[in-house]
Structures are given as structure tokens and as C-alpha cells.
């Protein structure tokens, strides 16, 4: 058992690595996510300096910790987004259009390769459709970029869940009972879709009335109040068969753009403009620790053998079709990149927007879940892609990095050219 004192240190450690990484990032060209996943693959499953076997606490603890971490984020993401820099036909179309694709293709690779049962094949083809929903928005939080287009790639992250996790479920449901209703499909996607966005809605409207009720009491308190408010929200949802993550980014959502919705909400949250303020300050460091230790948490529950050439080659297989459907799309997105060169910051943020990591891990479990026998196939395939797909987006920064830095070299030295 590792050492309370030892444990201390190694705690801060990764706060301070964390901090590093992300505030010398167009320095060091290196995003965090990698970095601190990588931490927690060499804590857990390579060194065992923290037990992660399927009967640990760490295992055990999952369902609350992941929870909790996306709680935060998206709340954080949700306040930070204007709604008017989405069109959202626009980045539906090219979220589904694109997931969906990239589900069927990936599904079929997987049951060509490794022979698993079709259903499950398709299952883990779909938990890895879309980009993840924990990875992206907060690698995009430093990301220089037009507004609109990193209003969009975080829309992408966080809808595609309606995708990388409900397809899962119906499949691995209709494995297990054989018959599966569209009635039951139906109502599986009004509870992520309209249920949520309801709830978020209304859970806005009633803490902006509590705020400005007992400003005067809760003005001090006002961030660890909506926090746990933040909370409450996410875990009436899930009570209630709406989506919690969805529920607490409209939540956010709402609270960051009453003021820009017109006349009736700006005066509704009149008097609390410091509220929101002091709340988004917060959350921004609270968010930056969470989502810290959540990648470290994501490393280590990898449960992967290096032994197994046949799942690194079809994992690194699966990668490449990922990364070429995306290409294959973005035109999609073009009246959204501001820069047209080949290799500006936005189309290389575009472009290696691929890292993989909530949706994948939690499929991995739902077999297991529903009384099934989990093939080491399919737990490979999953905890594998998610590797080497942060492992591209980490490439891609570093190259967005790089182009950005060149930019602002080439932008300070034209001047220089006219002057002369």
C-alpha cells in the first residue's frame, strides 16, 4: 500500500504538472491529456503502485468519479459557450453525419478483424464514434481559434454521446433480450434530448430566482452553492432517466446566456451579474484540478496487454480510419474556418479533434453490466484506440502549437516589411 506522505506528495505533483503543461503549452507543444493519462497507465497497471484490479476501490469508484468530473467540466463548458456562436443545424449535421459513419465503418472493421459476435463488434464501433466529451473542450480551452468553430467542436464533443453511448446500449440490450422495441429506442433518445434540455432549463430558471432571492446571504457563497446545485442537477437526471451530462451542460448553458437572450431574461437575472462572474472565475480553476486527476484516473483503469500484437495492430487500424473519415467530413465544417491556408491553427484544431475517452471506457463496461461474458477483445480494442487517438490529438496540438507560433512571428514581423 503506498504511503500516506508519498501519497501527498504525488498528488501535488500531478496539480503542479498539470499546471505546467497547460500554461506552457505553446512552449512545450505538448496538450496535458496525454501526459497525465500516461501518469496513470505507469501508477496503475504497469508499476501497480495503485491497485486497479477489477475488485479495487479505484474500479469500484468509477460510476461517481466519472460523475462528478463531468459534471464539472461541462458545466464550465456550458457557461463559456454563446449561444449565438452555434448554428446548430449546421454542427448537427456534421456531428451525426460523422459519427454515425464513423460508427458503422469502425463496427465493421472490428468484426472483420477480430471475429467477435456482430452486435458487440458494432457496440465498440460506436463507443468509438465520436470525440470525447472530458478530452476536447478542455484542450480547446487554450486552443486560439475563431469562436464560432470552438463553439462547434464542443457541441461536437458533448452531442456525440447521444451517439457513442446510446447505439451501445440498444445493441448490447438487444444481445441480451433479443428484442428490443422502438418504443424503447424512442423514449432512450426524448430522455437525452428533450428531457434534458428541459430539466437544464428549468433548473437554470430556478436557481437564478434563489440567487436573486438571498443575494444578499449567499453573495460569499454564491460558487459552492451553484456548484452543488450543479450536482443536484446531474443526479436528479439520472433519477429520472434524462441524461446527466447533457442536463448540467444546457444548465450551464442557460445561466452563461440569460443576459444575451433578449430584454425579459437580462432583466430576469438583473443584480447578479457578479454572481455569474465570481461563479465562472471559480469553476475555471475547479475544473482545471477536476479534469487534472480525471485523466490520470483514465490511465488508470487501461486494462491492456502489450502481449497482444493482433489488438495494437486492429487499435492503430481502427486510429487511421478515425483520423481519415474526419478528413473525409470537415468540408462539412468550411464556412467555419476563417483560415483558408492548408495548414492553419483551425484546420489542424479540426482536423485532430480525434482523442477518444469517456464514451469508450464506459461501453468497455457494459457488457459485464448487462450479465455478459466480456470478450478481451473488446475491453482491448477500446482502452487501445483511446490510447493512440490521444496520442494523435497530442500530435495534432503540438502542431497547432507550432503553426500559431508562426503566425504571430510572421503577423510582428510585416510591419517591419512595410516600414521599410
Given at each position: 500500500?503506498?504511503n500516506?506522505?508519498?501519497?501527498?506528495?504525488?498528488?501535488?505533483?500531478?496539480?503542479?504538472?498539470?499546471?505546467?503543461?497547460s500554461?506552457?503549452?505553446?512552449?512545450?507543444?505538448?496538450?496535458?491529456?496525454l501526459?497525465?493519462?500516461?501518469?496513470?497507465?505507469?501508477?496503475?497497471?504497469?508499476?501497480?503502485?495503485?491497485?486497479?484490479?477489477?475488485?479495487?476501490?479505484?474500479?469500484?469508484?468509477?460510476?461517481?468519479?466519472?460523475?462528478?468530473?463531468?459534471a464539472?467540466?461541462?458545466?464550465?463548458?456550458?457557461?463559456?459557450?454563446?449561444?449565438?456562436?452555434?448554428?446548430?443545424?449546421?454542427?448537427?449535421?456534421?456531428?451525426?453525419?460523422?459519427?454515425?459513419?464513423?460508427?458503422?465503418?469502425?463496427?465493421?472493421?472490428?468484426?472483420?478483424?477480430?471475429?467477435?459476435?456482430?452486435?458487440?463488434?458494432?457496440?465498440?464501433?460506436?463507443?468509438?464514434?465520436?470525440?470525447?466529451?472530458?478530452?476536447i473542450?478542455?484542450?480547446?480551452?487554450?486552443?486560439?481559434?475563431?469562436?464560432?468553430?470552438?463553439?462547434?467542436?464542443?457541441?461536437?464533443?458533448?452531442?456525440?454521446?447521444?451517439?457513442?453511448?446510446?447505439?451501445?446500449?440498444?445493441?448490447?440490450?438487444?444481445?441480451?433480450?433479443?428484442?428490443?422495441?422502438?418504443?424503447?429506442?424512442?423514449?432512450?433518445?426524448?430522455?437525452?434530448?428533450?428531457?434534458?434540455?428541459?430539466?437544464?432549463?428549468?433548473?437554470?430558471?430556478?436557481w437564478?430566482?434563489l440567487l436573486?432571492?438571498?443575494?444578499?446571504?449567499?453573495?460569499?457563497?454564491?460558487?459552492?452553492?451553484t456548484?452543488?446545485?450543479?450536482?443536484?442537477?446531474?443526479?436528479?437526471?439520472?433519477?429520472?432517466?434524462?441524461?446527466?451530462?447533457?442536463?448540467?451542460?444546457?444548465?450551464?448553458?442557460?445561466?452563461?446566456?440569460?443576459p444575451?437572450?433578449?430584454?425579459?431574461?437580462?432583466?430576469?437575472?438583473?443584480?447578479i451579474?457578479?454572481?455569474?462572474?465570481?461563479?465562472?472565475?471559480?469553476?475555471?480553476?475547479?475544473?482545471?484540478?477536476?479534469?487534472?486527476?480525471?485523466?490520470?484516473?483514465?490511465?488508470?483503469?487501461?486494462?491492456?496487454?502489450?502481449?497482444?500484437?493482433?489488438?495494437?495492430?486492429?487499435?492503430?487500424?481502427?486510429?487511421?480510419?478515425?483520423?481519415?473519415?474526419?478528413?473525409?467530413?470537415?468540408?462539412?465544417?468550411?464556412?467555419?474556418?476563417?483560415?483558408k491556408d492548408?495548414?492553419?491553427?483551425?484546420?489542424?484544431?479540426?482536423?485532430?479533434?480525434?482523442?477518444?475517452?469517456?464514451?469508450?471506457?464506459?461501453?468497455?463496461?457494459?457488457?459485464?453490466?448487462?450479465?455478459?461474458y466480456?470478450?478481451?477483445?473488446?475491453?482491448?480494442?477500446?482502452?487501445?484506440?483511446?490510447?493512440?487517438?490521444?496520442?494523435?490529438?497530442t500530435?495534432g496540438?503540438?502542431?497547432?502549437?507550432?503553426?500559431?507560433?508562426?503566425?504571430?512571428?510572421?503577423?510582428?514581423?510585416?510591419?517591419?516589411?512595410?516600414?521599410?
Open positions: 500500500m503506498i500516506v506522505n508519498v501519497l501527498f506528495v504525488l498528488l501535488a505533483g500531478i496539480v503542479f504538472l498539470g499546471y505546467i503543461l500554461e506552457l503549452f505553446y512552449k512545450l507543444k505538448i496538450a496535458s491529456v501526459p497525465l493519462m500516461l501518469i496513470g497507465l505507469l501508477l496503475g497497471p504497469v508499476l501497480h503502485v495503485i491497485n486497479t484490479s477489477s475488485s479495487s476501490t479505484v474500479v469500484k469508484l468509477v460510476p461517481y468519479i466519472t460523475a462528478l468530473a463531468v464539472f467540466i461541462l458545466f464550465d463548458v456550458g457557461m463559456r459557450i454563446r449561444i449565438s456562436d452555434l448554428d446548430l443545424a449546421y454542427a448537427s449535421r456534421f456531428t451525426f453525419m460523422l459519427s454515425f459513419a464513423t460508427g458503422l465503418v469502425l463496427g465493421f472493421a472490428i468484426f472483420i478483424s477480430t471475429h467477435m459476435n456482430v452486435l458487440l463488434s458494432f457496440a465498440a464501433g460506436f463507443g468509438l464514434a465520436g470525440p470525447s466529451v472530458v478530452v473542450p478542455v484542450i480547446l480551452r487554450s486552443a486560439k481559434i475563431n469562436q464560432k468553430l470552438k463553439t462547434t467542436l464542443n457541441f461536437e464533443s458533448i452531442v456525440v454521446d447521444s451517439v457513442t453511448l446510446i447505439v451501445p446500449i440498444i445493441l448490447i440490450e438487444f444481445l441480451v433480450l433479443k428484442n428490443v422495441s422502438l418504443h424503447s429506442i424512442a423514449s432512450m433518445i426524448e430522455g437525452f434530448f428533450i428531457g434534458s434540455t428541459i430539466l437544464g432549463i428549468v433548473f437554470a430558471f430556478f437564478v430566482f436573486k432571492t438571498f443575494k444578499e446571504h449567499s453573495k460569499d457563497y454564491s460558487w459552492m452553492l456548484i452543488s446545485m450543479v450536482i443536484a442537477t446531474y443526479g436528479v437526471a439520472q433519477a429520472v432517466g434524462a441524461n446527466g451530462a447533457m442536463t448540467v451542460f444546457i444548465f450551464g448553458l442557460m445561466l452563461g446566456n440569460f444575451y437572450l433578449g430584454k425579459w431574461l437580462a432583466e430576469y437575472t438583473k443584480g451579474g457578479a454572481v455569474f462572474e465570481h461563479v465562472s472565475q471559480y469553476q475555471k480553476e475547479i475544473t482545471f484540478f477536476v479534469s487534472t486527476f480525471f485523466f490520470v484516473y483514465i490511465g488508470l483503469l487501461f486494462q491492456i496487454s502489450v502481449q497482444d500484437y493482433l489488438l495494437l495492430a486492429v487499435a492503430l487500424g481502427l486510429t487511421v480510419l478515425i483520423y481519415i473519415l474526419r478528413l473525409l467530413f470537415l468540408p462539412l465544417l468550411e464556412k467555419l474556418i476563417e483560415e492548408k495548414d492553419s491553427p483551425e484546420r489542424i484544431a479540426a482536423r485532430y479533434s480525434v482523442a477518444r475517452g469517456l464514451s469508450p471506457i464506459i461501453v468497455a463496461t457494459l457488457p459485464a453490466a448487462f450479465g455478459l466480456t470478450p478481451p477483445a473488446f475491453i482491448g480494442v477500446l482502452f487501445l484506440s483511446v490510447l493512440f487517438t490521444n496520442i494523435v490529438t500530435f496540438m503540438y502542431k497547432f502549437a507550432g503553426a500559431v507560433s508562426k503566425s504571430a512571428g510572421s503577423s510582428q514581423k510585416e510591419p517591419a516589411k512595410k516600414a521599410v
